[in-house]
Nanobody, 116 residues
């Protein structure tokens, strides 16, 4: 079955950095676009970043452009989100998402808290 497992979240001070990882299984990883989505309490989900099948194209939400970088390693079935200059408003649960022909699949998420 399809599985997406995120890791790397935690508590960080404003201006700090984190790297989130998502390891996938159950589908042909290199055939699909991957996404990072976040959701803060009481707020709607926000698409943070996405990366094409080969990694040649990336897109970012305006709120994270210039601070976050998405990357992938198809040999490891992994997608990453490098987050720099973190701000309190980046506090949220971060999810890895893939859309397959059979539907959308999400991981359980990893919590990122930015606070001094």
């Amino acid at each position: 079955q399809v599985q997406l497992v995120e890791s790397g979240g935690g508590l960080v001070q404003p201006g700090g950095s984190l790297r989130l990882s998502c390891v996938a299984s159950g589908f042909t990883f290199g055939d699909y676009l991957l996404m990072w989505v976040r959701q803060a309490p009481g707020q709607e989900r926000e698409l943070v970043a996405r990366i094409s099948e080969t990694g040649g194209r990336t897109d970012y939400a305006d709120s994270v452009k210039g601070r976050f970088t998405i990357s992938r390693d198809n040999s490891k079935n992994a997608v990453y989100l490098h987050m720099n200059n973190l701000k309190p408003e980046d506090t949220a649960k971060y999810y890895c998402k893939v859309t397959l022909r059979r539907g959308d699949y999400w991981g359980l998420g990893t919590q990122v808290t930015v606070s001094s």
